[in-house]
């Protein structure tokens, strides 16, 4: 199933990815993971660390708050939402 | 020839490109703009630049450029202790080190570690040795963090190589990385139990040619080694305080080095607001201010990879302040002047030749 994810804009930049939603196929949270890092070497790493996603870093699909292992509902939006934290 | 100063701060990281004379500079960035640039060095074999770049939202990542900061790629492969609850974390890359061959370089972490990567930063490999010494369950974090912040690989034998942890102390190596000792006789730590041979908080160590001294700037004091580690004397006398974060020293004579020192650990910044660089002429027996063309009424910190130098003569160098300036010497420190403002704040300042 392809879902269109929403990537956060310091990501985008880190990848020069241009605006807007990508579209990736996945069935859960893991394998968006591993299809975003096949896409673009090191994202995986850039949102999860030794088996968990990154603490402030959350994952919704739909209105759903989703962890790494969470599977994704059909035609459900990824939303990757850093926190907004900093200074 | 040209002379880039490559500047790392909280926001992003600068290129100056400087001409042989160091009076006219051009600024370029912010390259990563919005992360934190801890350390960015050179490779003099391949003019590749290496930038460690750190968010506490996507972690640590090392970049490379092979066109001197006009593009660059990033890889964090390998760059993880990995999946253990109870251990260590990865959340900072904060020191960069070329190695002896071509590709190689050395990242120092935080939670402190080493890693290495054979490829130009493409893949890294945690060092295992470090963290099995056996005083590694003591070791406590400074302000900053526990931290891995200077490598200093031995002149001559590939095998031996210094490294700074804030605050755990000095470590050495003398076959590669398999086995440490630790290196701190000679060196207060008022807050560890008297005779503790781990525990110091080295702020920055800088080696003079020859080998076997090194130049430390500590928490609690500025010393020097003449016998590769073994011990440490103190040469803090003449300087109007024993803490301070960066140390510098000449690439070609033993007995120069430079320190910027900061009021004690309760405040942080220069003495009485007038930013001042100390200078050693005979290693540390006696120290020499100048102010010329540095800042008063300046209430600033340099930090501890906030100073460095390039390999001209005379001697030009180099640092950048908490509050965004860059100040440059071209005769070894007697004069400086401003060559950039307004950046963020600066967290290390490095120089080279291209």
């Known amino acids: 199933m392809t879902h269109p994810v929403y990537l956060p804009g310091q990501l985008r930049d880190l990848y020069h990815i241009p605006a807007g939603p990508v579209q990736v196929e996945a069935t859960c949270v893991a394998d968006l993971l591993a299809a975003l890092d096949g896409r673009w070497p090191g994202m995986a790493h850039r949102l999860s660390d030794a088996g968990r996603l990154r603490p402030y870093v959350l994952f919704f699909a739909g209105e759903e708050r989703c962890d790494l292992q969470s599977p994704l509902p059909p035609d ?7 926190a907004v934290a900093g200074g | 020839m040209q002379v880039l100063v490559l500047v790392g701060t909280r926001k992003g990281g600068f290129v100056l490109e400087g001409d042989q004379a160091r009076r006219s500079w051009q600024l370029r960035g912010p390259f990563f703009p919005g992360w934190e640039i801890r350390h960015i060095t050179h490779d003099p074999r391949d003019h590749s630049l290496y930038a460690a770049a750190n968010t506490f939202t996507y972690g640590a990542l090392v970049g490379r450029s092979a066109d001197l900061g006009a593009t660059w790629t990033h890889s964090s492969e390998g760059l993880t202790y990995g999946k253990n609850d109870e251990g260590p974390k990865l959340k900072r890359v904060w020191h960069l080190k070329p190695g002896r061959q071509a590709g190689e370089v050395y990242a120092g972490v935080e939670e402190a570690g080493l890693f290495h990567s054979r490829d130009a930063g ?16 003591t070791w406590e974090p400074g302000g900053g963090g526990l931290c891995l912040h200077t490598i200093v690989p031995h002149s001559t034998d590939p095998l031996r190589m210094w490294v700074g942890i804030s605050a755990a102390g000095v470590f050495h190596t003398a076959d590669g990385g398999s086995t440490w000792e630790a290196q701190n006789q ?4 008022p807050w560890r139990p008297e005779g503790s041979v781990t525990g110091q908080c080295v702020h920055k160590m800088a080696p003079a040619p020859g080998g076997d001294r090194i130049y430390q700037q500590n928490h609690v004091g500025i010393y020097r080694t003449d016998d590769g580690g073994r011990t440490w004397i103190d040469i803090s006398a003449g300087l109007p305080s024993r803490f301070g974060f960066c140390m510098v020293a000449h690439p070609r004579d033993a007995e120069s080095a430079w320190v910027l020192p900061l009021t004690g650990d309760d405040q942080r910044f220069v003495p009485d607001g007038q930013v001042a660089v100390w200078r050693t002429r005979d290693a540390g027996r006696t120290w020499r201010r100048t102010t010329a063309g540095l800042p008063s009424n300046a209430w600033v910190v340099v930090l501890r990879d906030g100073m460095h130098h390039d390999a001209l003569d005379p001697l030009g160098l180099y640092f950048g302040t908490s509050t965004g300036q860059l100040f440059a010497s071209g005769d070894e420190g007697e004069s400086w002047a401003k060559i950039a403002d307004h950046l963020p704040p600066i967290m290390s300042v490095a120089a080279a030749l291209v």
């Open chain 1, 76 to 82: 459900a939006a990824v939303r990757i939402v850093p």
């Open chain 2, 122 to 137: 493409q893949s890294w490999q945690h060092l295992e040795g470090l963290r099995r010494h056996a005083s590694t369950p």
């Open chain 2, 186 to 189: 000679g060196v207060l730590a």
